[in-house]
């Protein structure tokens, strides 16, 4: 610090002996002059507000925040229609997966108002009395790069649902879905901590979460180039 | 507080502390690269219903099981088929290229009727009715004038539904001209009916061999089933099989191989009946095949009663370990060695044709492998070569000829095959450019169905021209190939991802394999199955012709003649045949080393490159690469991007030289230089390799499409414009492995 304190000091102790003898000798730059001290309070004051801005305020600016079009009540239907998961998100006979019923499996109960929430009553109103198809939000999406089988995971796999998707099944309300407004994906994917920071399998949902278990699974752990995993696996 | 300019400066190197301790930066590049993958114009699959459809590719001969994954009606990706006999899995470039060529832009959109000059590329594009209607009115104007035997057909193969409906139409329309595509197929064939008196093909029973002798068989290179062989390869591997190439150039097959023997260019042959030497003097031969199962290995009667050389005679008094050595170049150690170690070997098998099998080669090289894996007993057995008879279903019933068809057939056919000077040859269409300008009889109407004959056969500058004389030409070609480029009317057929067709035997499988090729999406464009335009023109043409042709449409011919095949094809996809036991056909029911009805034996025949010593002292010589296609079908354009930039550079092709030849000549890598040989000339470059001998010149083939789009074609030059060929004295096949070349600095 002192050394580029003198530095400074020299140089300005020079600036008169470059002014041409001729000229008539100018007033120094109005310049105020520079304030001494203070410099560690600025640079910790520094660090504080970039740690609030990228702890706190990025990921407040990062993400949108999008109602889902119908708060969805999972527990309820978990309960009413039976069978955990596999009621509404089965596997149709030739294997591939259902994913998110589409609205012909709702109304096979919802033709009708099922008791008298207001919910309810907009569903019917919107989707099922027009015919459209609710157009969810995908908290799980993932790049069109990337091939997932469900298939693989469960039948083959005997994965839980729970490993990847949580405890949504237990949910009674939609969660807001934060919308990523850089890459338009689900905050789900990176995770709700910002850090990356996670506690459990279902927290995140990014490639190296699957290499990880592919790679403690021994899933076409085959790849010349890289020792590992084979990249063709899930980027086909 | 005043802020100040080094408070500032402290705020701002804290600031950027502080941030690199957040996840803001590493989380902004994450983001960001998913950003960029996202652009709207990055091309990714349309989001629909994914859905698998299982078929077969038919790009080349290999015929391998594709899985066909689709989004929608959109074909997205193919793979091979997991557990199908052929590939297993496995795939090549050109298999996994098959949407480049469903959606490419070089399709054939329509019938195209040429209004410009030949071969200038002006178009009109006209009704499906228009384009049979010409056909038909062109070959019924020929057979009023007693002249059906002046239309030819040129095929890539004569077995097949399609191919047999093309027969069927020339025999009763009168013509003898049915051609198809030259290859190993032509000799080994020829091999096998004269040592086993079978019509039919040879299987190689590889994935069981435990010693594996390559005549310069690419068979890492195309040669065979690519895949299947890529697969057999993998099973040697692992079964520690011995693999011996026998090839002048390094190429990857003699590369992956055990051992690499360089022998002189063309004497495969000699080494072959060398061995043969060794293992009869020192008796390591199968005493108990040959004596039960053999004839002419000892001294024989003939019919006349003359006195014939045995087959032991012949290879104990010509190819001493000595001689042997001075023909090929190698060390006659090494050559007993290998004598040695083959006959000791479990399950040894010999295999021959030369790259990926285009060129058909000597019959008496052929029948010297086969000598050589009779001595051994590697005939029929499991490891070894077996016969596979034609498949039944193949067999038609011959269709009824009027007197013109009648007078037509019996015509001398234009390439001379099966004629007085070439009886044993079936087909011999290596000759095509010669015989246009010089045959019998000119051929006044050409059809090419699946074939590019412009492109892929020897001599191919001399055919472009030998072409453009012919009357009318035909193309049922699904792209704008060279030669539709120069036909008169293109019937483009639909490609094989949207037709549905039988697809015959494959060569080389140790079994028969009866395969259905069926519609993986409708068709692209207004193109027509060739098996449904040939049913049209014969129906057209009226009279005895549409008589042979009851079928309303191929569909029903095809059910027809698969029968009770037909359904089990359609659900499995793939019908597997038993394997014959080991029997013989000739005169004396067994093998014959030396064919006692035509003598034909097992022999040396030295091929002289076309060419004179004086004016080009190189010899130049093609190579085959499973990045490039060499065949009918270019390469895709995704092949293309795979090759190695001492291959193919800035739309030059690289000519392999040894540094040694180059030095005498004074060329350096990358010079430019005119490739000159009796066949054409053309610009390439040098690359410096001690992959080839001094004095040779290697060029890839499967380069210098001209025609196509841009994306495959302009890129090298066509190895088939520099080459001619050259007949082997006994079977009238192209047997050139190479013609006189030099190089000249421009």
């Known amino acids: 610090m002192s050394t580029v304190e003198e530095k400074s000091q020299e140089v300005t102790e020079e600036q008169p002996d470059d002014a041409t003898p001729v000229d008539p000798p100018e007033p120094p730059p109005a310049t105020e002059a520079e304030p001494k001290g203070g410099i560690l309070p600025a640079f910790l004051i520094g660090i504080v507000a970039s740690l609030i801005v990228g702890w706190v305020v990025f990921p407040q600016l990062l993400y949108s925040k999008k ?170 | 507080m005043k802020v100040g300019r080094r408070r500032f400066l402290a705020f701002g190197i804290g600031g950027a502390v502080g941030t690199a301790l957040t996840p803001l930066p590493w989380k902004l590049m994450d983001d960001i690269s998913i950003w960029t993958q996202n652009w709207p114009w990055t091309p990714v699959p349309p989001k629909g219903v994914v859905s698998h459809v299982n078929s077969v590719c038919t790009l080349c001969p290999g015929r391998c099981g594709i899985t066909v994954r689709k989004v929608g009606d959109r074909v997205v990706k193919i793979e091979g088929t997991k557990g199908h006999p052929v590939n297993d899995g496995g795939i090549c470039l050109l298999g996994l290229s098959g949407p480049q060529f469903l959606y490419g832009p070089s399709r054939v959109r329509s019938p195209l009727k040429r209004v410009g000059k030949r071969g200038e590329g002006r178009w009109e594009a006209i009704s499906w009715e228009q384009a049979v209607s010409e056909v038909a009115k062109r070959m019924g104007e020929l057979r009023a004038k007693a002249e059906p035997h002046t239309v030819g057909c040129l095929l890539p193969e004569d077995r097949g539904s399609v191919a047999q409906l093309f027969a069927r139409l020339l025999t009763v329309y009168g013509s003898p001209n049915v051609m198809r595509r030259p290859s190993i197929e032509d000799t080994y064939e020829m091999a096998l009916y004269q040592t086993h008196g079978i019509i039919g093909r040879p299987g190689f029973d590889l994935q069981k061999t435990t010693f594996l002798l390559s005549f ?23 079964n520690s099989c011995r693999v011996v190439q026998v090839e002048p150039r390094l190429s990857i097959s003699a590369a992956k191989a055990d051992r690499w023997m360089a022998v002189k260019p063309g004497t495969e042959a000699a080494l072959a009946l060398g061995l043969c030497h060794v293992i009869v003097k020192e008796s390591l031969y199968d005493k108990a095949f040959v004596d039960k199962h053999c004839q002419g290995f000892d001294a024989w009667t003939d019919e006349q009663g003359q006195k014939q050389p045995g087959f032991k005679e012949l290879v104990l008094g010509n190819f001493t370990p000595a001689t042997t050595a001075e023909i090929t170049g190698l060390k006659q150690a090494d050559i007993i060695e290998l004598a040695r170690n083959f006959a000791k070997a479990s399950r040894p098998l010999a295999i021959c044709g030369r790259g990926n099998g285009s060129v058909p080669g000597t019959l008496g090289e052929f029948m010297a492998v086969y000598a050589l894996n009779a001595l051994v007993g590697s005939v029929g057995r499991s490891g070894g070569v077996l016969a596979l008879p034609e498949a039944e279903y193949l067999q038609w019933p011959a269709p009824e000829m009027d007197e013109v068809a009648a007078k037509g057939m ?241 739309g030059d092709v690289l000519v392999e030289v040894n540094p040694h030849t180059a030095g005498q000549q004074g060329l350096a890598e990358g010079d430019a230089v005119v490739l000159a040989t009796p066949a054409g000339r053309a610009r390439v470059r040098v690359h410096l390799s001690h992959r080839v001998p001094p004095g040779m010149v290697a060029m890839p083939r499967g380069l210098g499409h001209t025609a196509y789009d841009p994306f495959i074609g302009g890129k090298g030059v066509n190895f088939n414009e520099l080459i001619a060929p050259v007949p082997d004295p006994v079977s009238g096949l192209d047997a050139a492995w190479g013609i006189r070349a030099s190089l000249t600095k421009v």
């Open chain 1, 67 to 236: 109602r889902q079009p119908v708060d969805f009540n999972h527990a309820i239907h978990v309960r009413e229609v039976g069978n955990d998961c596999a009621g509404c998100h089965y596997f149709r006979e030739d294997g591939t997966f259902s994913g998110i019923p589409k609205l012909d499996k709702c109304v096979e109960c919802h033709a009708e108002p099922i008791g008298i929430s207001r919910e309810e009553a907009d569903f019917i109103e919107k989707y099922v009395a027009t015919g459209t198809e609710v157009p969810w939000y995908v908290y799980a999406k993932q790049p069109p790069c990337v091939f997932f089988s469900h298939a693989a995971h469960i039948k083959m796999g005997h994965m839980e649902c729970a490993t990847c998707h949580g405890d949504i099944g237990e949910s009674e309300h939609a969660r807001v879905y934060q919308e990523n407004r850089i890459t338009g994906y689900s905050r789900d994917i990176w995770g709700h901590n910002i850090s990356g920071y996670t506690r459990h399998t279902w927290e995140s949902m990014k490639m190296a979460d699957c290499a990880r278990c592919h790679q403690k699974e021994n899933v076409h752990q085959s790849s010349v180039q890289t020792k590992k995993g084979a990249c063709f696996v899930c980027h086909k």
């Open chain 2, 216 to 238: 310069g068989s690419g068979y890492l290179q195309g040669w065979g089933s690519p895949v299947h062989m890529f697969r057999a390869h993998s099973h040697l591997l692992s």
């Open chain 2, 410 to 650: 019996q015509q001398q056919r234009l390439d001379g095959a099966g004629g007085d000077k070439y009886p044993l040859a079936r087909y011999r269409t290596s000759y095509l450019a010669a015989l246009l300008k010089g045959g019998g009889y000119p051929l006044k109407m050409l059809l090419v169905a699946g074939e590019n004959p412009v492109y892929d056969l020897p001599g191919s500058t001399e055919l472009k021209k030998a072409l453009a004389d012919i009357p009318f030409l035909v193309s049922f070609s699904s792209f704008m190939d060279e030669t539709a480029a120069m036909a008169d009317l293109v019937l483009p057929n639909h490609i094989y991802l949207e037709r549905l067709e039988d697809v015959p035997p494959v060569f080389g499988l140790p079994k028969p394999l009866l395969q259905l090729c069926r519609p993986v999406t409708a068709p692209q464009f207004d193109t027509r199955h060739t098996g449904d335009v040939i049913i049209q023109i014969a129906r057209a043409l009226g009279g005895g012709v549409a008589a042979a042709f009851p079928w309303p449409d191929y569909e029903s011919c095809l059910k027809q003649v698969l029968g009770g095949h037909f359904a089990r094809l359609h659900k499995d996809g793939y019908l597997e045949g038993r394997v014959p036991e080991l029997r013989f056909e000739t005169a004396s029911g067994r093998f014959e080393f030396i064919n006692t009805e035509y003598k034909a034996k097992p022999a040396y025949t030295p091929v002289i490159p076309q060419g004179d010593k004086g004016v080009f002292p190189l010899v130049l010589t093609g190579y085959d690469s499973m990045r490039l296609a060499g065949g009918a079908v270019a390469d895709s354009p995704f092949m293309v991007k795979s090759v190695d930039d001492t291959v193919l550079k800035k």
